[in-house]
């Protein structure tokens, strides 16, 4: 896949110890606390990015919008990534994800 810069999704991971005074900020769609595990992956299942510790409160276009990852794609800090697809020129790369995103 040219220009792919890996697989990106989020996880929602069960915090067990929470303190009291947090869960409500840690409860989400499920009434037990969550910690959410933003996570990027090549084809060959390594791990290069991860992103842990939000609250389960935050669907993951929230995460996103927290994500040090997308932070340097909308600075243009990024590494550049150049690939051509049917004669149109790209520079930068994209995530693979689920369907997050509406139609």
Not at 33 to 45: F, K, P, Q, R, S
Not at 57 to 76: C, E, G, K, Y
Request: glycine letters at 8%; a negative charge.
């Amino acid at each position: 896949w040219p220009g792919m810069l890996g697989s990106l999704d989020c996880m929602h991971w069960t915090w067990k110890n929470c303190p009291k005074a947090w869960q409500g900020m840690y409860c989400g769609k499920s009434r037990d606390a969550t910690i959410v595990l933003e996570a990027v992956a090549l084809e060959d299942t390594w791990i290069w990015h991860a992103f842990f510790g939000l609250p389960g409160t935050l669907n993951d276009i929230n995460v996103l919008n927290r994500s040090p990852l997308f932070a340097r794609l909308v600075s243009r800090d990024a590494p550049t990534c150049n690939y051509k697809i049917m004669d149109n020129e790209y520079s930068m790369g994209y995530y693979l994800t689920d369907g997050i995103y509406p139609e």
